[in-house]
């Protein structure tokens, strides 16, 4: 077995687990919850081996790199982190209907990595560096973070819309309280914004290392200040004006759209030093 079909068994566990915990809320059947969070174990354990293996099979070619250096090991990678984010979310909250806004992402992810090409390359000049394995890990654990908080909003929208329109859903009823959900909406993104603070700066020493300056206003490099401006923002409301509720659940929705674009978009959509990005 390769990475590659290793990588194939984790797509459809975590499809399979995202499943799972959608069944959990729509059919609120509790008893499907030890078997979807066994199922993500298992997906994330096997996405861990299916990276370990792509290393070790560059290494065999003569290469020998950290899998993270173009879109579809990026994938991978950003599946990995939702999974390992929602772990530890599942554990901090014992509450496995947060599996059902949270998981899909990760499903996605592999989904669309899925799509690429897989094939090992040796790597530019460029990314020849010790600073693209803590330059990714970091940008890439605070955007599985966002994902989440992002999950989280829509989870937080539709059990508000519950309340004010005053309706019976035993659906709903299920989703966890309001006050629970702000809280998991401001923690998570809290933690992702340290993350992604620590991954601009990690990029930052990378871009000196590599092209001789700390910040070029690249395309990658502007859509990533400006999404690190957009949660910096959020957070600060929060602290100084109270904010919460529907406005910070909204606010978590935007951000992550423009995680996407600063990820996946600008790769496609404006050329600039970060267009290997979109290769694989």
């Given at each position: 077995m390769n990475s590659s079909q290793l990588m194939g068994i984790t797509t459809f566990a975590y499809l399979f687990a995202a499943i799972l915990y959608i069944g959990i809320l729509v059919?609120?059947?509790?008893?499907?919850?030890?078997?979807?969070t066994l199922m993500t174990i298992g997906a994330?354990?096997?996405?861990?081996a299916g990276i370990g293996m792509?290393?070790?099979?560059?290494?065999?070619?003569?290469?020998?790199y950290a899998p993270l250096s173009n879109m579809y090991e990026s994938l991978v990678f950003f599946a990995w982190s939702i999974a390992i984010v929602y772990l530890g979310m599942e554990v901090r909250y014992k509450n496995r209907i947060l599996g059902a806004f949270s998981m899909p992402f990760a499903a996605l992810a592999m989904i669309l990595a899925g799509l690429k090409n897989p094939d090992i390359k040796?790597?530019?000049p460029?990314?020849?560096?010790n600073w693209l394995i803590a330059h990714v890990i970091t940008c890439f654990i605070g955007y599985a973070a966002f994902a989440v908080a992002s999950g989280m909003g829509i989870m937080y929208l539709l059990k508000d819309r519950k309340r004010q329109t005053d309706q019976t859903s035993s659906l709903l009823d299920s989703l966890?309280?309001?006050?629970?959900?702000?809280?998991?909406?401001h923690k998570t993104l809290v933690f992702g914004f340290l993350w992604l603070t620590a991954g601009i700066?990690?990029?930052?020493?990378?871009?000196?290392s590599a092209w001789g300056t700390y910040w070029s206003w690249d395309p990658k490099e502007t859509w990533s200040l400006i999404t690190w401006f957009v949660y910096a923002a959020t957070l600060h409301a929060r602290f100084t004006k109270g904010w919460g509720g529907r406005r910070i659940a909204w606010l978590a929705i935007i951000g992550f759209v423009s995680v996407i674009f600063t990820?996946?978009?600008?790769?496609?959509?404006?050329?600039?030093?970060?267009s290997y990005g979109g290769g694989g």
């Open positions: 059919f609120q059947t509790k008893k499907l919850g030890f078997f979807a994330f354990l096997a996405n861990t792509r290393w070790y099979e560059s290494h065999q070619m003569g290469i020998g040796p790597l530019i460029a990314l020849q560096s966890p309280d309001l006050k629970t959900s702000d809280d998991i909406i700066i990690t990029g930052a020493v990378w871009a000196n990820y996946y978009g600008v790769n496609y959509l404006l050329s600039g030093l970060h």
